[in-house]
T-cell receptor, first 117, second 114 residues
Framework: ETGVTQTPRHLVMGMTNKKSLKCEQHLGHNAMYWYKQSAKKPLELMFVYNFKEQTENNSVPSRFSPECPNSSHLFLHLHTLQPEDSALYLC????????????????FGEGSWLTVV | AQSVAQPEDQVNVAEGNPLTVKCTYSVSGNPYLFWYVQYPNRGLQFLLKYITGDNLVKGSYGFEAEFNKSQTSFHLKKPSALVSDSALYFCAVRPNTGGFKTIFGAGTRLFVKA
């Protein structure tokens, strides 16, 4: 149990489907992240929310739409994805200040395996 | 450009032998350094971090890491490897300029043979 819970763990969706990934953290953190992990590629930071406000968007295509209703919950809404979007999507959280804190540890969830067919 | 390099895709060691997983970085200033481990079909688990102070940092599961500022390296070590240590290891660096970006290496797969 990492304190960061992701659902579903596995998702198969067609290119025309709409689905969502959910993340909940029980650590009392205020910053939440979405990362994408593809085979043989470094982790890619997608989005960062701090105190519910988006602070980072790493040029992510609009078919990925994040939502952060509060500091404990983070969603990733998926629409008209492509097969190359198949990957492990990792949610994470950290306890950071308003501007971020360099020494703060990021804690990850178990990930959601996404397959786009 | 800021980067983290893990020069070995895979490291093979025999159980009971010492292990080293290498990491070098190119990040300006005095960044903060992390190691994570990922077991199959799992997320990343935090192992240890270096903020300041003693260059040898101890972490979970008997792992430690040595920071070398002149060589901009942060190698992960363990005196005696276990088969259960077999996993994917990631080095990560967070610049000390604020913000939320952590730069991850591509990962090194550790295989410990019984």
């Amino acid at each position: 149990e990492t304190g960061v819970t992701q659902t579903p763990r596995h998702l198969v969706m067609g290119m025309t489907n709409k689905k969502s990934l959910k993340c909940e953290q029980h650590l009392g953190h205020n910053a939440m992240y979405w990362y994408k992990q593809s085979a043989k590629k470094p982790l890619e930071l997608m989005f960062v929310y701090n105190f519910k406000e988006q602070t980072e968007n790493n040029s992510v295509p609009s078919r990925f739409s994040p939502e952060c209703p509060n500091s404990s919950h983070l969603f990733l809404h998926l629409h008209t994805l492509q097969p190359e979007d198949s990957a492990l999507y990792l949610c994470a959280s950290s306890q950071d200040g308003i501007s971020g804190g360099p020494g703060n540890t990021i804690y990850f969830g178990e990930g959601s395996w996404l397959t786009v067919v | 450009a800021q980067s983290v390099a893990q020069p070995e895709d895979q490291v093979n060691v025999a159980e009971g032998n010492p292990l080293t997983v290498k990491c070098t970085y190119s990040v300006s200033g005095n960044p903060y350094l992390f190691w994570y481990v990922q077991y199959p079909n799992r997320g990343l688990q935090f192992l240890l971090k270096y903020i300041t102070g003693d260059n040898l940092v101890k972490g979970s599961y008997g792992f430690e890491a040595e920071f070398n500022k002149s060589q901009t390296s942060f190698h992960l070590k363990k005196p005696s490897a276990l088969v259960s240590d077999s996993a994917l290891y990631f080095c990560a660096v967070r610049p000390n300029t604020g913000g939320f970006k952590t730069i991850f290496g591509a990962g090194t797969r550790l295989f410990v043979k019984a």
